[in-house]
C-alpha cells in the first residue's frame, strides 16, 4: 500500500509541478502566425507533457471554460494530438486538415475532435464570418462532456489562408460561464490576423 | 462491475474496443461440465441490503450514490418503452433477481455494459447498436447479472490488495470530484479472470435456462474482433493492456461457443429492433462522429448484410464522404442515393447527397439537393452555409 501511495503522490506532484500558467496581455502572436489582442484577463496553459497543436487559454480554469488557437496548421497535419499505435497495429485516426477541404468538412473536423471520447457533440449554426482578418466560417456546438457531465455550449471560427489552417474554439458551460465569459473570448477573436 | 476506462483524453479507439471485450463478457476454463447439469443449478435467492457498517455495504452505499449521480445524467437515455423491454429481459434470465436489478442505458458509442454489485447495471449505446439480435444482447446481460449473483464485487472487497488498492483509488480521485465516474471505479475494481471465466460460465447457464440461443453469446465476440482488427491487425484482443487476467477475445469467443454446444433458442430480433427504433439514428450519427471510419465501416457493412435500411446506407456513406479516399466518393454516392429513395431516409442524406454533387461539380445535382434538404428541415442549423453555397452554385 505504501508503494501504491508513494507512486501516486509523486505522479500526482510531478503533475502540478510541470504545470504553468502564463498571463497573456498585449498583443500576442501564436506560432508567429496568428496575432491578437487581449485586454481581458486570460491565462495560457502549459500543461505537462501535452503535444497538442493548439494553444490553450482559460480564465476559469480548464475545467470551466477554455480557449483554443490554431495557428498555421499546414495540410496533412493533425488538429488534436496523434495516438500512438498499438504494437504491430496503426494508429487511431484523428482528425487531420488537408488543404482543399469544403467548408463542412472544416467544421466536421472540430466536431469529431469534441466528440472522440464518447462526448455528445450537436452542431448548431454554422454561418459564413470574419477570422482571422478574411472571409471564414462560425460555428456553434452543444457539448455534454463525457468525463464530468457537464453541458457546455461552444463556438468556433476557421479560416484557411495561404493553404494553412487557422482556427479558435471556445468553450465553457451553457449555465451562467457561457454567458459571461463569451463576450471576452470574441473581443480577442475580433481582433486576430494573419501576419503575412 | 466492470467497465470501460478512460484518462480524461481521447479514448484509445482500440483500447475502448478491447476493453468492452475484456471487461464486459469472458470466458476461460468452464468446458467440462455437461451443459443440462449446468442449466438444472439453482440460483441463489435474492440479496439483503447488506449492513452499512460492512465493506460491502460501504461499496453498497457508493454505488447508490453513483447511481443517483447516472439518473441526473444527460447520457442516459430517458425511454420507459426501452427500460420495459430491457427489465423484461432481466427478469427472464435472472428470475426473481430481477426485482433488485436496474438497467440504466447510456447515450456513449462505444461497446461497454457495467454491473454494480447495488444491483445498477448500465448498457451503453454503442453496445446495443452492435448487437444483431435479442439472445446476443441477452448473452452481455447474462454475464453482467452472473457477476452479481456470485457477488464478484464482494470476493474483490475482501481480497486485501484490492482493498488496500481501491481505498487510495477513492482517496486520489474522490478528492477531485472524478468518483462520479464509475468506469474510472470499476477500472480500479476489475475482475480477475477465474471471475470472468464464472460469470461466463453462469452466463451461458443463464441463456440456457431462458431459452435463448447460447451460440449467439460467441458471434458477440466475433463481431467485435472484426472492428478490433483495423486498428489491432491480426493480433487484435490477444493483448490487454489494462487486464493482463484475462483471456485473449478469439479464445473466449472460441470457449464460449464450445460452451454452447449445438445451441438451439430464442434469437428474434423484432422486439430488440422496435425498441431500438427512435434512437438507431441517432446513435449511428455518434458512432460516425467517432471518426473511426475504418472500424465504423465494419460494423456498418455486417449490419447492412442483416437489413438494408435508410439510416445504415446514410451513415455508410457518410463515412465514404468524409473519409474521402481514393474510391470513396462513388461508394458515397451510391449509399447516399440508395438511402435517399428510401421512404424513411433522414433528411440529411439530401444534405449530403448535396455537398458531394458539389464537390464533384455537379451543379445541378447539388442545387436539387440542397433545395430538398432546406425544404424538409427549413430550420436547418446550418441553412446560412447551404444558402450560400446555392448563391455560388446558381452564379
Sequence with gaps: MKTWATVLLLAALAGCASTSIEQVDGERALDDSLVVRVDSAWNKMNLPGSKEPYET???????????????GVPSGQAIAQPASAPA???????????????????????????ASDGSLVTMGRVAPARFAGGDGLRFEFDWVRKEDDVQLKGVGWLAVRQGKLYAATFAAPRLHFFGRLYPQAQAVIDTATVRP | MDADQHDGQPLNRRAWLRSGCAQCLALAAWVSQPAAAQTAEPLPGRFAKPAPDTDEGGIWALMDREETRLRRSPFVVRDDKLRAYLNNMVCRLGGEHCADVRVHVVRTPLFNATMAPNGMMQIWSGLLLRVENEAQLAAVVSHELAHYLERHALEQLQDAKSRSAFAQFIGVFGAVGALAQLGLLAGAFAFSREQESRADRLGVRLMQRASYDPTEAAKVWDNLLGELKVTGGE???QRSPMFATHPAVANRRDTLAELAGAGGGDRSNEGLRAVLAPHRNHWLQDEVKRGQYEESLVLFN?????????????????????????????RALQDLQSAAAMPDAPHEVHRSLALLHRQREDRAAAVQAFERYLQLAPGASDAPLIERYLSELKS
Design chain 1, 88 to 114: 504491430g497495429g496503426v494508429a487511431p485516426r484523428v482528425p487531420t486538415f488537408v488543404s482543399g477541404m469544403s467548408p463542412e468538412q472544416l467544421v466536421q473536423l472540430f466536431e469529431v475532435l469534441y
Design chain 1, 57 to 71: 487559454w482559460t480564465q476559469e480554469g480548464l475545467t470551466l471554460d477554455h480557449l483554443r488557437f490554431w495557428s
Design chain 2, 302 to 330: 455486417r449490419l447492412l448484410q442483416q437489413r438494408a435500411e435508410a439510416a445504415l446506407l446514410f451513415s455508410r456513406g457518410e463515412v465514404y464522404r468524409l473519409r474521402a479516399g481514393a474510391d470513396d466518393v462513388p
Design chain 2, 235 to 237: 493480433e487484435a484482443g
